[in-house]
């Protein structure tokens, strides 16, 4: 069993920079593949980072360039640090964790398909 819980969500101005964070536990060997999706108002959810225990990760266009995944594995957490935030950006922020994912680009397109996933951290970034 894998326990994810997500922190550092908040109201932030365009422009500005917020550090989520994910705490996790359990067994490392279902926490190969880590992820952040996000569900924004009225849409469904949009997988929007990964990262594998070999260090490969990925991003999809929209935050590209803005967004920079992490994990310490030390301190078992995973972080996704996000600049130049847009108001679009608004939405609930959950991480996830799997066991496998032979392709991180094909996992992000379907978040239903996570084994784990958090609760969420609401991130409002206001124009």
């Known amino acids: 069993q894998v326990l994810l819980m997500e922190s550092g969500g908040g109201s932030v101005q365009a422009g500005g920079s917020l550090r989520l964070s994910c705490a996790a536990s359990?067994?490392?060997?279902?926490?190969?593949?880590m992820f952040w999706y996000r569900q924004r108002p009225g849409a469904e959810p949009e997988g929007i980072a990964a990262?594998?225990?070999?260090?490969?990760?990925t991003y999809v266009d929209a935050v590209r360039g803005r967004f920079s995944i992490s994990q310490d594995s030390a301190k078992n957490t995973l972080y996704l640090q996000m600049n130049g935030l847009k108001p679009e950006d608004t939405a609930m922020y959950y991480c996830?964790?799997?066991?496998?994912?032979?392709?991180?680009?094909?996992?992000?397109?379907?978040?239903?398909?996570?084994?784990?996933r958090g609760q969420g951290t609401k991130v409002t970034v206001s124009s």
């Open positions: 996830a964790a799997d066991s496998s994912c032979a392709s991180l680009t094909w996992a992000l397109r379907d978040p239903s398909r996570f084994r784990y």
């Open positions: 359990g067994s490392t060997d279902d926490r190969k593949c």
């Open positions: 990262i594998r225990s070999d260090g490969i990760l």
